[in-house]
């Protein structure tokens, strides 16, 4: 009976590891930059993206983060360890500039993000 159930697990497993290993990586880098072309610096980056969109079920309870926080050099880049392709939310938050966020569709081994941020608006009361 024991047997049987470790034959099975270890079948499992492997099955889980391979589809693990099947998934598509990419590497992302991410250069923000002010409107003028000018590099932005400590910068805060979240990248956020599903872990296991295609395969809801191969992780089987392992811990997978799926939210990486960053910030920028003073060139204004920053370039993450391998990710699954797919759908990749990229929220920028820098001091002085509106937030940045969007959805981005990375299906390619490496890719480069280049954004510019907006100053802020002006604030406006209504009464």
Do not use: C
């Amino acid at each position: 009976m024991w047997g049987k159930f470790a034959l099975v697990f270890a079948a499992v497993v492997l099955a889980a590891t391979a589809l693990w290993a099947a998934t598509a990586m990419t590497t992302l880098k991410i250069i923000v930059k002010t409107q003028s072309g000018r590099p932005i610096d400590r910068a805060e980056i979240i990248i956020q993206w599903n872990a296991n969109a295609k395969h809801p079920r191969s992780s089987f309870g392992k811990n997978v983060s799926t939210k990486f926080e960053m910030r920028s050099n003073q060139e204004g880049e920053t370039t993450m360890p391998p990710i699954p392709q797919g759908n990749i939310r990229v929220q920028i938050n820098a001091k002085g500039y509106q937030t940045f966020g969007n959805v981005f569709v990375v299906d390619e081994e490496e890719k480069t993000i280049e954004i510019k941020l907006n100053p802020p608006q002006q604030q406006y009361t209504s009464h």
